[in-house]
Structures are given as C-alpha cells and as structure tokens.
C-alpha cells in the first residue's frame, strides 16, 4: 500500500539569516534550486531534516505582499461568483409555469397511505 504525501505549497517558508520570507511555488522546490522570494530575496534551496530551535522571524514585506495578493484574489473570485448568479437576460420559455421539483423518472407512483390492519 502506498500514501500519498501531500505538501502545502502556502506553507512553505524559505528561511534566509534568520528571517522566514514566502514564496509563490507550483511545485516542491528542488534541493539547490535558485527561489525568489516574494519580498525578492534570492537564495538556493536546501532541506533540513532536524528541528529547528529557533523560530525565524517573520517577513515583514512579504506577509504583506501575500496578504495583499490573497485579498485580490478573494475580490476576484467574488465577482466571478456574482457574474455566475447573475441572471441571464434571457427571457424564460413561454408556457414554463411551473418547475417539477424532482425530474420525472418514468411512471413512478408517488408514496400511497396505507391504511392499517389489525
Ligand atoms: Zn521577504
């Protein structure tokens, strides 16, 4: 059996001299290869297996740049939705009175009460 290992991108913190800076990636980087950070610092890649017992200290410039960039992207995604909501504009079908509320499936009979025999 076999699992798959999954990484979240978002979460992946490029540590340069103490200082954790984001990055936007499409993939798991490579050992050794160039990344540029959000906040345009460039440093190679490496992985550290040991645990870490300091905690780096946090972008400043790039916590806002990816804040920003999140908020541009939720707007974005917001108006695609209103677009889609959006009525058409066309004109409903004539003689289109009433909905079905379920599709009809052949000639099912709908649910009888039974009357009870004791
Ligand atoms: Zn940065």
Redesign the pocket.
Known sequence: MSGLVYVDLDAVRLVVDG?A??LRLARMPLNGERLV???R?EALAAFGWEPVNVVPAT?G??AELHASHRTAESARLRACAERVAEPTGYPAPAGLTHVPDQPSRGLRRPPQRRELTS
């Open positions: 200082v800076h984001r950070t959000l906040c610092v972008c410039v790039c």
